[in-house]
């Protein structure tokens, strides 16, 4: 069974900064989703990636294959950037297209 | 892009009733819906994969005659949640993986919060 581990587990920090959230698996995958959960609940996927690196406006995804570790960065953070980040593995050896996600980081981003 | 509905987005209702809770995927044709679970503060679990027009596979320890789900066609999968107890409340999240996308490929809807007073 794929572990996923996710760090920190909560973060704080000032508007403007420079984010980084991680995440480790323990078996080899064929992809690896980053999502955000805004208060309210709903889940929208930021990334898809299996391999190098992926940017979307301030936010950047890598992924190293080898290491079994990806991260997500957000520059020039905002208030509006608060949420849970979430990682979730795609598990090939769960038999079907099964995602298991990790714990989750909770981002809080001050004005 | 891909749309995921749900509906509704919360509900309340009386211990001992049914709900049912609607996914759609909006402009995309959906062959596999996965339907989720997720207990405050805690991370999403699977608790079900629904196929377009079979039945749907249940994860171990998931209740396939309390948690009825029904994917009856491309667009649509139902969860219903029969005679309804308070340890039932939870935020339920379906995704869709679009028709013809690799298996990686999931769209997530925005989720439905039930409370079972």
């Known amino acids: 069974k794929n572990e996923v581990e996710q760090s920190p587990q909560n973060l704080t920090a000032q508007e403007g900064e420079f984010i980084t959230i991680n995440c480790s698996y323990s078996?080899?995958?064929?992809?690896l989703h980053w999502l955000q959960q805004h208060p309210g609940g709903g889940i929208v996927s930021l990334f898809m990636l299996s391999s190098g690196k992926k940017k979307h406006g301030r936010l950047i995804a890598t992924i190293n294959i080898q290491e079994k570790h990806s991260s997500l960065h957000i520059t020039a953070s905002h208030p509006r950037d608060s949420a849970v980040y979430i990682c979730?593995?795609?598990?090939?050896?769960?038999?079907?297209?099964?995602?298991?996600f990790g714990k989750g980081t909770k981002l809080t981003v001050n004005p | 892009g891909a749309v995921v509905s749900q509906h509704p987005s919360w509900v309340i209702c009386k211990s001992g009733t049914s709900v049912k809770i609607e996914c759609r995927s909006l402009d995309f044709q959906a062959t596999t819906m996965f339907w989720y679970r997720q207990f405050p503060k805690q991370s999403l679990m699977l608790m079900a994969t629904s196929n377009e027009g079979s039945k749907a596979t249940y994860e171990q320890g998931v209740e396939k005659d309390k948690f009825l789900i029904n994917h009856a066609s491309l667009t649509l999968s139902t969860l219903t949640v029969t005679s309804a107890h308070p340890e039932d409340s939870s935020f339920y999240i379906c995704?869709?993986?679009?028709?013809?996308?690799?298996?990686?490929?999931?769209?997530f809807g925005p989720g439905t919060r039930l409370t079972v007073l």
């Open positions: 979730a593995v795609v598990d090939p050896w769960g038999g079907s297209e099964k995602l298991v």
């Open positions: 078996v080899g995958i064929s992809a």
């Open positions: 995704s869709a993986r679009k028709q013809g996308s690799s298996f990686d490929t999931q769209y």
